[in-house]
Structures are given as structure tokens and as C-alpha cells.
């Protein structure tokens, strides 16, 4: 039988939303102590990190930001890679004092290998636990009527295999490991079972969710999107209903995050048309918890500054430069953007995360995700952004129509005659009124917002008009499932300088009845 709230009783959320008054309060510091917040969070790191090996080889003693950027040096994986397998396998005292148990495994979307990010207990406690504390507070602050911990929460995970237990160290999805090492308490407000939400095989695990959560109250869901429409819509597939409020009638908001929500909006706005919906965005990375939507009008992310990580900015037109200008958090200009570097708990001591950010406030700090630093193409000198795609594919479907499941673009490198273009893969939700129009839409609009790439494209010169090729429904999909990346955080590389993923996303059995469609504008 369908849980459901009984109205005549006291809201549970009342209740406890008591609790988050006190940190609600802290929140509202961020917009005149934000930089300060950060002095103090650099301070207690080096406290921590002068006690390891990676400290004393260093020197790392003062806690002058001035000292520590001129003795740490800024770092790739690839360069902790080594220190980190000897984590895994019991080291002590190497990165962060102390052993660390777990590692978050990344989902090496652009090729095989995989990265495992330290997950220290402070880390959990003063980044990835703080955040989601956070997510629940500005939330509640938003939204006074809410009913949240009235009914379950339905929580997305990965999952952990001892397949790749080293030693005494556990990797698995961050999710995961947040699911894993959370309070037992939070298992009696969240569903599905966590025996479920841990299963390795998504197809499985997504039949499972929506059969478990079917007829309990679920007021929030919280997940990437892409993997919780999936859910969602198998969750309809059983109920026979046709919006998810009929099933869920106190559903009251999606805290989504992993990858941007602008191509899934159209789909979700379709399933749940209750007036009361929400969505908030959320930036938690295997690396640490770094933003929060704390305006349902404004689609930027406030950054968070008092947890255990401390941020540091190269602009993007010196990133990969000998000696580039890196600068704190007070060092930051709106409109500019940047390639995020990180100190955390965790043992990651000026990383270069790999996300590009624009702020676009400093009273507070609040910023957009534009990117990735290696997620762009720019094969001409065009410097085109995921920020850029997000937009123009937005346009080109409100113009058309169209919605979109999944998409990645690269260049067409020049042929005899000098000719080059951008070649773009989409597999539509619902096809736009004409390809052919959507085609010129999405270019247009992307010479609109970048002029890199609007110079390449002047009388056809140097870029020719970017070409789609249609994608049969489940062939981004399958090409996961193909790789052992299907579910969890894994996601689709949106831009990249290299033809590898695309082509092999097209070699992935072409519908023989589809066929292959290419249209150019």
C-alpha cells in the first residue's frame, strides 16, 4: 500500500528543520567571512599535512598562503598516482596522517585506466558529509513548506567490489562509499535497501530500485540525472501511470548533480508537471563537495569555503603554460575562467582537478561549471567549451522541439582539400521538427556565444558547417555496457580533441533499420 503523509499530524520536517537553524545561520557568513573561512581552512590542512611524508619533503611548515604555493607544487594524478598506490597498500602518513581506507574510483571516461582518489575519514566528515548536511539546510531555507522528512528519500549509488581490494584499502564509486559509511539512521529515511543501492550490475540494481520505491512515499530524489531518469522511467514502465506525481504525489524535489541537468530538464519537466517540483544542483566530485545551488532562481553554485578544502584558480588562458597565474580565492575576478585546484583532507595538496569554473559572483562566491580542462575541443583554435555546447544544444532544442538522452562531439581533422568540421553524435530523446534545422541552429548559436569559434567559422575559411550524426536509441548506453561503465557516476566524455570516443561509440552495432543519418547545416 502507498505510503502516505498524514496532513492531521505534526510535519516531521518541522521538527527537525530545527536542526539546520544553527548552520543556516553559519551559511549566511559566506557572503562577507568566505576568505577568511579560507585562511582558516588552509591553516588547519597544513597543521595535518606537515605531519606526512609529502609535508616534511616539501617543508611544509607555514601556514602563509605565500609560503605554501611557493613549496607545494601544483600537481596532476598522474604525479600522486605514486604515493597513493602505496596508500592502498597500508602506507601510513603519506598524503594525510594516518592510513586511509578508501578510495573513489573514477570512471576514466576517456580511456581504460582508472584514477582511486583517497576518501580520508576527515574527508568524509568535514567535505562529503558537511555537503550534503548543507544540501538539506539551504534547501529547508528555500523552502519553508517543505515536507522532506516526512517520506524516503531515493538515493543513487554506485557500488564496491573487493575484486580491487588492495591490502586493506576498498575502492568503489563514491556513492558507494558514502552509502556505505553512513550513519545507520540515514538507512531508515533512504530507499532502496542498501544491499541493492550497492549492486554492481545497473540493469539489475534498476529494476530492483523501482520495484523496492514503487509504493513507498519518496518526497526527494537525488542522483545524476541521466541514471535517475532511467530509474524513473522504469518506475513508470511498472506503474502503469502516466506522471510520476501519481505515483509519488509528495515528491517535492531532485538534488541532481555529475553532469549538467540543461539536456534533461525537457524530460524531467514532462514526467513530474506537479507545480511544487524543485530541482537543485550540487557539485560533488570524488575529489570533494565544492558547490550548491542556494537560489532556485539562480543556476549558480555557491562555493563552499569553511569545509576541508582549499581552493586555488589558474585562468584558462595560461593553463598548461610554464608559469601560469594561480590565485586564491580573493584573487578571482567574475567572468573569467578558470581551472579549479584543490587542497584537501583527503591528501590531494594543490590538484588540478580537472573542472573548469566561472564566477560569477564574489559577494558570495558563487560560480558556473563551464568545463573540463581536458573536455574541450580546440583543434583550431576554436576553444570550444562544455559551457558552450550546453548552451547551443539548449537553443537548438527549444527552437526544434527537440530533447536530448546523450551526445559527444570531436573534430573532423582536415582531408586533401583542407576541409575540417566538428562531427557531433546525439541520440535524441524526441527528435527535433528537422535535423537539418537543428543542425543550423546549433551552429549559429554557438558562433553567437564564442568567438573563437566564430572566427574559424567566417565564410567557412578554416571550420566547415558542423555536422550530426544520429545516434540509435541505447547506443551511448551500449557502449558503456560494452566498456563495464554502465550505471553509477560513469558518464559520457561531452567534447573531446581526440576522435577515440566518438568513433567508438559509432562502432557500437549501428541499428541496421535506423541506419546512420548525418546531417550538415
Not at 554506485?158 to 568503489?172: K, R
Not at 556513492?175 to 541493492?196: D, F, Q
Not at 509519488?248 to 519537466?269: C, D, K, M, S
Request: charged content about 25%; glycine content about 6%; overall charge neutral.
Amino acid at each position: 500500500m502507498q505510503e502516505q503523509l498524514n496532513e492531521k499530524t505534526m510535519s516531521l520536517t518541522s521538527i527537525a528543520g530545527k536542526l539546520f537553524l544553527p548552520r543556516q545561520k553559519d551559511l549566511e557568513r559566506y557572503a562577507t567571512e568566505a576568505v577568511k573561512m579560507q585562511q582558516k581552512v588552509l591553516k588547519r590542512l597544513i597543521e595535518h599535512g606537515r605531519h606526512t611524508e609529502y609535508g616534511r619533503k616539501f617543508g611544509m611548515q607555514s601556514c602563509r598562503y605565500e609560503d605554501f604555493a611557493q613549496g607545494i607544487p601544483v600537481v596532476s594524478y598522474e604525479e600522486l598516482k605514486g604515493d597513493i598506490d602505496r596508500m592502498r597498500h597500508g602506507e601510513a602518513n603519506v598524503l594525510w596522517p594516518g592510513r586511509v581506507k578508501w578510495y573513489a574510483k573514477s570512471s576514466g571516461t576517456t580511456n581504460d585506466k582508472s584514477k582511486f582518489i583517497p576518501v580520508s575519514k576527515d574527508g568524509l566528515n568535514h567535505i562529503h558529509y558537511a555537503g550534503g548536511v548543507d544540501v538539506v539546510a539551504l534547501y529547508l531555507s528555500n523552502n519553508p513548506q517543505s515536507r522532506l522528512f516526512d517520506g524516503r528519500s531515493l538515493i543513487l549509488g554506485g557500488s564496491h567490489s573487493p575484486n580491487y581490494n588492495v591490502a586493506n584499502s576498498l575502492v568503489g564509486d563514491l556513492s558507494a562509499i558514502l552509502i556505505e559509511n553512513i550513519n545507520p539512521l540515514a538507512n531508515l529515511v533512504r530507499v532502496p535497501k542498501k544491499s541493492t543501492a550497492l549492486l554492481s550490475d545497473f540493469e539489475l540494481k534498476r529494476d530492483l530500485i523501482a520495484r523496492e520505491c514503487l509504493h513507498k512515499n519518496v518526497t526527494n530524489i537525488s542522483g545524476v540525472p541521466s541514471w535517475m531518469l532511467s530509474v524513473l522511467v522504469r518506475v513508470m514502465e511498472l506503474s502503469g501511470k502516466e506522471h510520476l506525481e501519481e505515483v509519488w504525489p509528495n515528491l517535492e524535489v531532485f538534488f541532481h548533480g555529475g553532469i549538467a541537468f540543461t539536456p534533461y530538464r525537457p524530460q524531467y519537466e514532462m514526467l513530474i508537471t506537479s507545480p511544487k517540483m524543485h530541482y537543485m544542483e550540487t557539485y560533488n566530485a570524488s575529489e570533494g563537495f565544492f558547490g550548491i545551488q542556494s537560489d532556485f532562481q539562480d543556476k549558480s553554485l555557491l562555493l563552499m569555503t569553511d569545509y576541508d578544502v582549499f581552493y586555488e584558480f589558474i585562468p584558462m588562458d595560461e593553463f598548461g603554460t610554464d608559469n601560469p597565474t594561480i590565485v586564491p580565492l580573493e584573487g578571482v575576478q567574475t567572468g573569467i575562467n578558470y581551472a579549479m585546484v584543490i587542497t584537501t583532507s583527503c591528501g590531494l595538496w594543490r590538484y588540478v582537478i580537472g573542472d573548469t569554473v566561472s564566477f560569477t559572483s564574489t559577494n558570495p562566491y558563487k560560480f558556473v561549471i563551464t568545463g573540463r580542462t581536458k573536455y574541450f575541443i580546440n583543434a583550431f583554435g576554436e576553444e570550444l567549451i562544455m559551457d558552450n555546447a550546453e548552451k547551443g544544444l539548449a537553443y537548438a532544442c527549444a527552437q526544434t522541439g527537440a530533447e536530448i538522452s546523450e551526445y559527444t562531439a570531436a573534430p573532423v581533422f582536415m582531408d586533401s582539400k583542407a576541409k575540417c568540421r566538428h562531427q557531433w553524435l546525439i541520440e535524441f530523446a524526441k527528435a527535433p521538427d528537422s535535423l537539418e534545422r537543428f543542425a543550423t541552429l546549433l551552429d549559429k548559436k554557438l558562433q553567437e556565444i564564442n568567438s573563437d569559434y566564430e572566427a574559424k567559422r567566417f565564410h567557412d575559411i578554416t571550420l566547415q558547417p558542423l555536422e550530426v550524426v544520429l545516434a540509435r536509441p541505447g547506443q551511448f548506453n551500449d557502449w558503456l555496457k560494452a566498456k563495464g561503465k554502465l550505471g553509477g557516476q560513469h558518464k559520457i566524455p561531452r567534447l573531446s580533441n581526440s576522435r577515440k570516443v566518438i568513433e567508438e561509440v559509432m562502432n557500437i552495432s549501428p541499428s541496421p533499420s535506423l541506419g546512420e543519418e548525418r546531417l550538415s547545416n
